[in-house]
């Protein structure tokens, strides 16, 4: 037992307060560890949260790329397909070409030869005689599409006259002579000839692509139905001509337009020679009464022609009373026979010399003007012109602006070149 210690002896009341740190150290300790944990719990749970974002996202890209990747594989399909559908037979036309090429070849070759060689050789041969045509139709066609017209012309009629040559090797290859042919050599040359034309159907189809994609494809008009076209040859023909020059592409409108121009026409002509003389036999002829045209009264000409009026006008005032006795004296004296014509229209002839009547005085009437020819009908009002402006003031009135030309031309059914000119017109009268 040690009676001396060096710990020193601890009163109760610091036991108790050293006690009652301990436990509010522990109770901290506790406390700490569960924030501790909450927050550690609360960490793992964003970090599912994150993982689980990440992974719904990488899912949904993973998901659009396999749609893009079917979808990109359907159009190359489609693409495939609507490409083979159009090559297809040219394939099968230049294919049957070059076996000809190919068996003539084949046969002509020396048969000391290995056969891997001659095949070697037939193949080539055959692919270069019928390929010439093509590779310069390939360039006609790659001209065309990127609009050199007079280039691609020249080619393609090369491209004919080299496959024409090509036909007739391959007829002479197969024929028995130059008149007996046989169906072989006779459908051999045909595809010959005719694998640059059909390859220009192919070529031509993508010119028209082209346009429709540029929005530049000429407008052809309105097309009429047969029972018209057999019913009115000549007007339907007419007819389809003034849709074209108007850009007018409804049927109904272009034949109302037609006809309304058309009486327009014949109601400003006056009628020829042939023209009347029907008319007259048909009983339906206008008559036409000549005007005078007007004349200068102060001309010295007509001034000394209205005196001699004036004169002859009194001399003939003067004779009048006397002219009973005139003709009774004739009759005693036999100088004229009973019934016949009166004096000075013996012969049937007048008694100015059969000269026209003189213009009237001045003094007591005017010369009437000549008649105007009348005026054409306005347009109708379903021509292109009023369809125009009828899209112009709908558009404004819905868009609270001025429209562009290709809304017009989409709302008034007519073309953009058509709907540019009249809002480039309208423009003008705006600004004066």
């Known amino acids: 037992m040690k009676l001396i210690s060096r710990t020193p002896r601890l009163s109760p009341a610091e ?200 929005d530049l494809v000429d407008e052809t008009g309105a097309v009429f139905g047969p029972d018209r076209r057999r019913a009115f040859p000549v007007r339907s023909w007419q007819a389809r001509r003034w849709s074209i020059d108007n ?46 045209a007007p004349v200068d009264e102060n001309d010295p000409g007509i001034r000394q022609c209205r005196k001699v009026q004036r004169e002859m006008a009194a001399a003939r005032e003067s004779i009048m009373p006397r002219l009973a006795r005139i003709v009774l004296a004739d009759r005693l004296a036999n100088l004229r026979p009973a019934g016949g014509q009166p004096i000075g229209q013996a012969g049937g002839q007048r008694v100015n010399g059969g000269r026209p009547p003189a213009a009237p005085d001045p003094d007591g009437q005017q010369p009437v003007p000549p008649p105007s020819a009348p005026e054409p009908p306005p347009p109708p009002a379903d021509s292109a012109t009023a369809r125009v402006a009828a899209a112009y003031d709908e558009l404004v009135a819905e868009l609270r602006r001025p429209p562009s030309g290709r809304q017009v031309a989409r709302r008034a059914g007519v073309s953009k070149t058509t709907a540019n000119d009249w809002l480039n017109e309208h423009r003008r009268k705006q600004g004066n």
Do not use: C
């Not at 490409?83 to 003539?104: C, E, I, K, S």
């Open 247 to 292: 850009n007018v592409r409804d049927p109904k409108m272009a034949w109302n337009g037609y006809k309304a121009e058309r009486e327009a026409k014949r109601a400003a002509a006056r009628p020829g020679r042939w023209g009347t003389a029907w008319a007259g036999l048909r009983g339906r002829a206008e008559v036409v009464r000549s005007t005078p």
């Open 15 to 214: 036991l108790a307060q050293l006690e009652t740190a301990r436990i509010r150290a522990e109770d901290e300790r506790r406390r700490l560890a569960a924030d501790f944990a909450r927050d550690q719990a609360a960490a793992a749970r964003e970090e599912r949260r994150r993982t689980e974002r990440e992974h719904v996202r990488a899912e949904r890209k993973r998901r659009k790329a396999r749609e893009k990747a079917r979808a990109r594989r359907r159009r190359q399909l489609a693409h495939l397909a609507t490409t083979g559908r159009t090559v297809a037979p040219l394939l099968v036309v230049n294919a049957a070409t070059v076996g000809g090429q190919l068996a003539y070849t084949y046969d002509q070759t020396p048969a000391t030869w290995p056969t891997p060689v001659r095949v070697a050789v037939a193949v080539g041969v055959a692919t270069a005689a019928e390929s010439v045509a093509l590779y310069v139709g390939w360039h006609a066609h790659d001209a065309l599409l990127k609009r050199a017209y007079g280039t691609a012309a020249r080619l393609r009629r090369a491209s004919y006259a080299i496959a024409l040559v090509m036909a007739a090797v391959n007829y002479s290859h197969f024929t028995k002579g130059p008149l007996d042919p046989t169906a072989l050599a006779v459908i051999l040359g045909v595809l010959s000839s005719l694998s640059p034309w059909l390859w220009g159907l192919h070529t031509r189809r993508a010119q028209h692509v082209q346009l429709v994609r540029e």
